[in-house]
């Protein structure tokens, strides 16, 4: 009777005390982003003043004149066609770059003996830079987008694979023993066991592989190209027009912000479906939630 009493006010009490936690939660993240916006508004004071007295105009130009030729560029046709073209490619390479990884990982992992045969060969192709690779794919696919796309696959299948590969290795043997001794068969193993244990490096993967995907096809982008952000950037810079140079590095920023939310979203989401969340959150705080 005691006891029921005393869980009964215990959970009372972490009822009371949880929309107190979630507002100071609130009030935490607002701080962090006002923090941001601060700290960029400030930079931005600093560029407009020191430019020109201080830092030569140009090379930097001046805020105003960044915002200008950003809004010349997205006014325009072929500024939106550079963005499209751009976009394309660095959403076919990461797909691509991420189903080819993923598939190599679960392979290998999974076939011991194949994983020792192939795996220094993977690391040894995976030791090339991958933009020395840019006039080969050229030569194989010309300037069109698919020489881009080879490039942005390059960098996020090794990527992807690795992380597939070593959580797969590094999955727990006496989990899958339990599962098999109780019963269970290859897609419960699948389920309670392997999925849980690449979850956390898959999505690690997939937000480190995003800004190598736009990396490589910028830098593709720059050495041949007809359209693209990249193409446009390097031309800026032939023109040594520092304010275009400018718009196009931010259009870059927000391609890769939207990017990373996209692949943050889904990480939270997967988490949760998988129960993984509240484990998440606890670890994140100090503690592990059962």
């Known amino acids: 009777m005691v006891t029921a009493t005393s869980s009964a006010a215990e959970r009372t009490t972490e009822a009371a005390t949880q929309p107190r936690r ?14 941001r916006v601060a700290v960029i508004i400030v930079a931005v004071i ?24 950003l809004v010349k560029l997205l006014g325009s046709a072929q500024g939106w066609t550079d963005i499209k073209t751009t976009s394309i490619e660095v959403l076919g390479g990461f797909g691509i770059g991420v189903a080819l990884g993923t598939v190599t990982g ?7 003996i194949a994983g020792q045969v192939l795996e220094p060969l993977i690391a040894a192709i995976n030791g090339i830079p991958k933009i020395a690779l840019a006039p080969l794919f050229l030569l194989f ?16 299948a090794f990527v992807v694979f690795y992380n597939v590969y070593l959580g797969l290795r590094l999955r727990e043997r006496e989990l899958v023993e339990i599962v098999q001794v ?16 690449l979850a956390a490096p898959f999505f690690a993967a997939l937000k480190t592989s995003g800004p190598l995907a736009i990396l490589g096809v910028i830098g593709a982008e720059f050495i041949a190209s007809a359209n693209g952000v990249g193409h446009e950037l390097f031309m800026s810079a032939n023109n040594l027009d520092a304010p275009a140079e400018f718009a196009g590095l931010i259009v870059l920023v927000v391609m890769t912000l939207i990017l990373n939310g996209i692949l943050t979203w889904l990480d939270r989401f997967a988490l949760k479906k998988l129960g993984l969340a509240r484990r998440a959150n606890g670890r994140a705080r100090g503690t592990d939630t059962p």
């Open 46 to 69: 600093l560029w407009q003043l020191l430019s020109g007295p201080v830092l030569p105009e140009y090379a930097i130009s001046k805020p105003t004149d960044v915002v200008h030729a």
């Open 106 to 112: 679960l392979v290998l992992g999974s076939f011991r």
């Open 182 to 197: 109780m019963g269970g068969r290859r897609h419960h193993v699948l389920s309670y066991v392997t999925i849980p244990t």
């Open 22 to 35: 979630q507002g100071e939660r609130w009030r935490g993240r607002a701080t962090v982003v006002l923090l």
């Open 141 to 156: 696919f010309g300037i069109g987008i698919w020489s881009k796309i080879a490039i942005a696959v390059a960098g996020v």
